[in-house]
């Protein structure tokens, strides 16, 4: 009989395609089997009761990050993969932002010495490039990916961030022939700078009008213009925490298309609104974000384009600024809406939030369920060969959810290094009692098992285009071109 080093016994388990009843073994932080009756080991975790999950992959998250503004986000990659691996994640793939002027080499070189000693998780980079020189998009970015850095984000606002369309054309080439994804922030700078400067000027400056300066149409111009980029080129492009039911929209339309098109949205569009940020005094600087919370009608639309596929990732956008000078009050106590540092902070929740108000209200099953917070990340990012299912040959990463057991969010009871939770008091159904990262348990009955530095880098392959058909003949093509070759 078959002896493994733990075997989690009695559980349910459940992948993005299927659920059924199974024990799994574990030897050398590896899923050595999965059945009924498969053998012994040196520990055993009781499993009676609950579910037995892909650990969760965490792909849009800040962690130790400048933001263009020069203010450090509050979690490190301590504090960061701490609160990660309580809200059931076993991998988390933060940003590595360039900051115009430095070049991609050095930034890879600073986020290593950030991350390695410090993440109890596995972890990768995104890069953030601001600065497409020459160097950076035809050396370092292709280098980068040999490395397993295969994705990294652009913007298309903010003045200190901005790439062009035509960089972003470059770009787009560039990542498209060595492998790599392009993410992307859309909404249009202009229209926002418009409606921030008017509504200064008129003495619109509580947090408030930060909701009103990103009007939803400049995310889905933006949008449309990112998709229209990409399918020229026929490259692949991700856009993040999408906010608007037209915006998902035009993403499905592309995907229909034939084109590389993948969508994400966020918790902040599901549970909140824009009515957040109408609190008393700076209270509403709590809640912004960009793009910003919208309305009650966005959430039931993000819960239809999870279910339909129109978007694939569901990600918190941890962005963690906290309530005093050092974060959200930066410009003073009562910052006007322009000067507030933006994001929300969500690592922990980001998968209870999913479990309570979609599998345990029916709004979407356990296997949907699996594919957000797991395995579709695992596949868009190159890691689908060893993490995100639970199956033999994979990394040991799991966790053991108690579908009842019920917690009252509260800032104290979060381990992350913040001190507020935009979802103070929620009452959530279902949470992650056991996690484990290649076979070693880092969170049990409310402890923190793990130590820093026990998360590995995790080298990723290069984005796979199959089973992406354009049906419509390339915009320049052989018959039209004269026999230029030009992308
Ligand atoms: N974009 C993000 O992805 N997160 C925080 C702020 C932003 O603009
Ligand atoms: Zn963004
Ligand atoms: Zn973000």
Redesign the pocket.
């Known amino acids: 009989m078959a002896t493994f080093d733990t075997l989690i016994k009695g559980g349910t388990v459940a992948n993005s395609y299927a659920t059924f009843k199974a024990d799994v073994g574990i030897r050398d932080g590896k899923i050595a089997a999965l059945g009924i009756d498969i053998g012994e080991a040196n520990q055993t975790i009781d499993a009676k009761g609950k579910y037995v999950l892909p650990g969760g992959i965490e792909t849009?998250c800040?962690i130790a990050q400048e933001s263009s503004t020069g203010t450090m986000t509050s979690d490190d990659y301590y504090s960061g993969s701490v609160s990660a691996a309580f809200g059931g994640n076993t991998t988390i793939v933060p940003f590595a932002a360039q900051h115009r002027g430095q070049s991609i080499n050095d930034v890879i070189s600073l986020y290593d010495s950030r991350a390695a000693p410090h993440s109890v998780i596995d972890y990768s980079y995104h890069l953030i490039v601001t600065d497409p020189t020459d160097a950076a998009i035809n050396e370092q970015l292709p280098a980068a990916f040999e490395r397993g850095i295969t994705s990294f984000k652009v913007f298309m606002t903010?003045d200190k961030m901005i790439v062009s369309d035509e960089q972003f054309l470059d770009i787009l080439v560039m990542a498209r022939d060595n492998g790599g994804l392009t993410m992307v922030?859309a909404e249009n700078n202009a229209m926002i700078k418009w409606m921030v400067k008017r509504l200064i000027d008129r003495g619109y400056d509580a947090p408030k009008y930060h909701a009103v300066s990103h009007p939803r149409t400049s995310e889905v111009e933006a949008v449309r213009r990112g998709i229209a980029l990409a399918s020229f080129v026929e490259a692949p492009l991700l856009f993040?925490?999408i906010s608007t039911d037209a915006g998902a929209r035009a993403v499905a339309d592309a995907r229909m298309d034939g084109c590389m098109i993948f969508g994400e949205t966020c918790p902040q569009y599901m549970f909140l609104t824009a009515e957040d940020l109408d609190r008393q005094g700076a209270e509403g600087a709590k809640y912004c974000?960009?793009p910003p919370l919208r309305d009650t009608q966005t959430q039931i639309d993000m819960w239809r384009h999870l279910n339909a596929g129109s978007l694939q990732l569901y990600s918190s956008?941890h962005?963690p600024y906290r309530f005093d000078a050092s974060g959200k009050l930066s410009a003073g106590n009562n910052p006007p809406f322009n000067r507030i540092a933006?994001?929300l902070p969500g690592i922990e929740l980001r998968a209870p939030l999913l479990f309570s108000e979609g599998v345990n209200k029916g709004r979407i099953s356990l296997e949907t369920f699996v594919s957000l917070t797991a395995s579709n990340a695992a596949k868009l990012f190159g890691m689908d060969d060893h993490k995100g299912t639970i199956a033999p040959g994979f990394d040991a990463d799991i966790a053991i959810w108690d579908p009842q057991k019920s917690t009252q969010v509260t800032a104290a009871g979060m381990h992350d290094n913040m001190d507020y939770t935009p979802f103070e008091g929620w009452e959530l159904t279902g949470w992650p009692v056991t996690v484990m990262n290649r076979g070693r348990v880092i969170v049990d009955s409310e402890e923190l098992k793990a130590t820093a530095g026990d998360g590995q880098f995790i080298a990723r392959k290069p984005f796979d285009p199959t089973g992406f058909i354009p049906p419509r003949a390339p915009e320049i093509e052989e018959s039209t071109n004269f026999g230029a070759k030009l992308f």
Do not use: L, P
């Open positions: 849009h800040h903010y922030h993040v925490h974000c960009s956008d962005a933006n994001g």
